[in-house]
């Protein structure tokens, strides 16, 4: 491989060269099963017809002007986003990260506004919201911090899915004016609240007057069987932060805001070259008008308990894996030990997962798989996962011997 690339990414050895719904084919011809999307992202699959038209009837009108002028396909996409969310307003960006940034400089402001001098933001451990200094700095990962320091200041640490902890802060700081989570945490793992935790999150931002700063970048979009995780709760966050899914491979993230949030970005305070223009817009509108079109957050829904429900039976006397949990099409298979080495095993076996928090398989596939494709995926991982587990099973046994 040329070293003309920074050597960011360890990577794995495959270069895929063309892709058609579920699935992608490396140089060899050999076919795999996505059950990752592009970490999230190709949730209507590769080459989607309708998302290259797209491209390429506005491609061929107008790409780029500026935000220094009006943008209709940036209004619309706005219309239909608040119209799906409940929020009142969106900015756009070119990332996740950025969407965050955002987010965290509304925070800010807000603080300001309010007489706060040296606003705070709290924010959870195994957290992951991007690379941008002030995202680092946010997340909950030392790993990611490492070498970066110093890092950006105005962040309260605290644990997730830990109502009481936030209640210690509230009555401790008085600095605090915003709190930002995932409604599930994608790179930490696949961590699923309690049930009632964003409810009470919401109830606690309210009595505290804090923004209450959700990040959709991995859960938005359908991925978990509703617009927005949030939707599975009856509450509507203050600010949330969205990318990935959005684009379906083109890059576009948006933050959305309501109530105390609505109005606080004024003219010069945030701003982005590309962000919002004609084309990523454009295709964002296709990729939500399909979702919409063909039902897709009913059927992610009904993919995930098939998917779930498959694998919970087929490891039902595993006691290798440890846990099976997930909403919608964002899945977490956690094993009783490190698992990394499954990367390599599920790409010999045609199968693209990822594994987070060093022992949990995460599996992100696209919405549009069929049933049979579905089953498909099970029956790849189930026979991955076994033969790891009974490998690794006798390696330890003979190390004890
Ligand atoms: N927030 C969450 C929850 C994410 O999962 C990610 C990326 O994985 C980000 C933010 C950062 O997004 P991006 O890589 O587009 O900057």
């Not at 890092?151 to 640490?157: A, N, P, W």
């Not at 295709?283 to 063909?294: F, H």
């Not at 060093?358 to 992100?364: E, P």
Request: net charge negative; glycine share 10%; hydrophobic share 40%.
């Amino acid at each position: 491989m040329s070293d003309s690339i920074m050597p960011t990414y360890g990577r794995l050895s495959v270069t895929f060269e063309k892709g058609l719904g579920a699935w992608l084919w490396d140089t060899s011809g050999k076919r795999y099963l996505d059950a990752l999307s592009g970490i999230g992202v190709c949730g209507l699959g590769h080459a989607h017809p309708a998302i290259a038209a797209t491209l390429a009837q506005q491609g061929s009108t107008l790409i780029h002007t500026s935000n220094l002028y009006h943008i209709p396909q940036q209004q619309q996409l706005a219309d239909e986003l608040i119209r799906l969310s409940g929020m009142e307003q969106a900015f756009f960006t070119n990332s996740g990260a950025e969407a965050c940034e955002a987010a965290i400089k509304i925070a800010r402001l807000y603080g300001h506004n309010k007489g706060i001098a040296m606003p705070a933001i709290i924010v959870a451990e195994g957290s992951f919201h991007g690379r941008t200094l002030a995202t680092l700095s946010a997340t909950g990962n030392r790993k990611i911090q490492a070498g970066f320091e110093p890092l950006v200041q105005g962040f309260i640490r605290a644990k997730f899915n830990n109502i009481d902890e936030l209640r210690e802060i509230a009555k401790n700081s008085h600095d605090a004016v915003a709190i930002l989570i995932e409604p599930i945490q994608g790179e930490g793992g696949i961590n699923i609240p309690d049930d009632n935790y964003l409810n009470a999150v919401r109830e606690l931002c309210h009595e505290q007057g804090w923004l209450m700063m959700l990040d959709e970048v991995q859960t938005g979009i359908c991925r978990t069987g509703e617009w927005f995780a949030w939707q599975h709760s009856d509450i509507k966050p203050d600010v949330a932060t969205l990318a990935k899914g959005l684009g379906n491979g083109f890059p576009i993230g948006a933050c959305l805001v309501q109530g105390p949030a609505a109005n606080v970005l004024q003219p010069g305070n945030h701003g982005s070259t590309f962000g919002g223009n004609p084309l990523a817009c454009s295709v964002a509108l296709t990729v939500l008008k399909i979702m919409e079109d063909e039902q897709l957050v009913a059927r992610t829904e009904q993919l995930g308990e098939q998917i779930c429900t498959n694998l919970k039976q087929a490891f039902a006397d595993e006691t290798g894996v440890v846990d099976i949990r997930g909403k919608g099409l964002m899945i977490g298979i956690e094993l009783d030990r490190s698992c990394d080495v499954l990367l390599k095993d599920a790409l010999e076996a045609g199968l693209l997962i990822s594994i987070q928090a060093d022992k949990t398989i995460r599996l992100l596939p696209p919405f549009i798989l069929s049933d049979e494709e579905a089953d498909e995926l099970v029956t790849r991982l189930v026979k991955v996962i076994t033969t790891f587990l009974a490998t690794e099973t006798v390696c330890s046994l003979g190390k004890v011997s």
